[in-house]
């Protein structure tokens, strides 16, 4: 039986002669009536009626959408969303509240009514379960928020929760025109992708040509100064037009992203939730003093210090989130003959040649080192540098992982001779080698001994010769190598992959920004597995999705890659998909004509 009971219900639960001595009745000429709790008025006492009307327009809820409000008083704003037509229920925190209410006579009968003893009685109700499938909107009467301000912040996070862990977002990503974290926001994509999220992945890289052209073209610092900057202006455009389109929930925007603040400012008004992340340190970057602030939320990689410098700039909401693997990416790759000849080796470093780097490696070079990256320039390196000092893609670099027996990852500095003592800002290739399977040796960064332990999966070292005894140690030691690696392997595929890490960000925002999803709504994505669940697997549609795989979308461009040759043979549900995709393409070139 539901907590959920009409006001005719309720009514018969009242006992006779019921007075609650916490709720104040007042009652105004004309038989006004409004109620004090607490010294707090709940409804104006000339023209109630009058404020809940303003109280409902300045709430802008969507008609289309079921409401669920949150504090009763008298009954007056519910009033207004009956008479507006909304489809709505009520839960009232205060059994006294709601009696004097019922007493009154202001409510309809049909009314449903939930004054619930505890928050886990009311989440367990089926008929609220059901409701919140539909993804009501949240109204709270403000003194009701006042007066049970705990209750309310409480309520919103768990119904987003009980919401949201049911449904599948609709994601903006907006990534850089280069540097690293591109390739970082192609792997938080497809991690969103694969946890059933439909994504928009605002690819920038198309315009890095043109941006690195202008400085090199003009002489006048000025002037590619300046040009620069009305490129990024035009680029933030084209970026938001882009979200806009979508249409997302939530927005992330990844680090050297081409977007301005009035691009943040403008998915805020529309109630999109905005999350940068700075996967950067920033120490040596500093243009996230005059961005975070505009975020809903900001993620990092370097917890401690840098969360009270945000905190000073006036950004509150942000959180440390790691980069991390793509296990089906960085994955153990077998080499050819001919591939060992180039990458076997038993020492590697793949990497740019910073400071404290070319210091490092300048004391190994009596070992079988080999190393992959740009600006290697010493000559004392230059024997051990492959392929002529350029880059590498991640497909290389799980080539150069499968032949080291060691590779060596140095956290950057500029300014140190070896180990950056102050070094917190864990770089992707600690989870990337541990995820292809890989035995690395690594500087102690700060923050590293709690994500992986750094005797049995990623050993450390403090400086040279402790980094040369290592190495000396584990050469002669093969299955303590090979033990040590698996173990690393184990703990990346289990804790650090870039899926628990976009679900870490959603778990921030639903908890801080749920509400403000709830307000806007969100267009539901179900997949093909939850569809075949609502139409059963014995349906001639349930018959046909159970040949396709269960993770992805049900969209109509999803559909269509699937969608086999129509013949004699062909099952109506498919006949039904092609009729939709040829009055799709229909309107699409009617519009073009136009």
Known sequence: MS????????????????????????????GIKTIRVGGL??????NPTEEAKKLIEASSLDKKRPVV?????????IQELIQKEYKVIVIEPDKDIAFTAIQNNLLPDDLLLAIPDTLDYLFNDSFFKDYLDKIPQPFFHPVVSRIYSEFCETLIKRISRECFDRQHFNIAIVGPMYGGSLPITRYLNRAFRKLGHQTLLVDTEIAWNVFNSIGKTLKTPKMAHSLEDFYTKFLSEWCLAQVIEFQPEICIVMAQAPVTNLFVSRLNERGIVTAFWFVENWRHLSYW???APFYNLFFHIQPGEFDNKLDAIGCHCHFPIFTACDPELHAPVSLSPDEEKIYKCDLSFAGAGYYNRIKMLKGLTDYNLKIWGVNWNELELLPHVVEGNKGFDTEEYMK??????INLNLHSSVIHEGVDPDADAINPRVFEIASAGGFQLCDPCKGLEDLFDTQN???????????????DYFLKHEEERQQIAQNAQKRALKEHTYEHRANQMLDYIKEFFGGKIM??????????GEIIERYGKNSPLGQWLATLPQDIPFLQEEINKHLPILDDNTPFPVQVFWYLNEVRVFGENLLREK
């Open 519 to 528: 307000r806007k709504g969100m267009r539901i994505q179900r997949t093909v």
């Open 69 to 77: 409000a949150i504090g009763l008083g008298l009954g007056y704003h």
């Open 289 to 291: 003093k005059e961005i």
């Open 41 to 46: 008025l709940y409804h104006s006492q000339y």
């Open 400 to 405: 150069i992982v499968a032949g080291s027996k």
């Open 3 to 30: 907590i959920f009971k009409s006001i005719a219900e309720w009514r018969k639960e009242i006992p006779e002669n019921y007075r609650s001595e916490r709720v104040e009745l007042i009652e105004k000429r004309k």
């Open 457 to 471: 999966e990623i050993p450390t070292y403090t400086d040279l010769k402790t980094l040369r005894d290592k190495i």
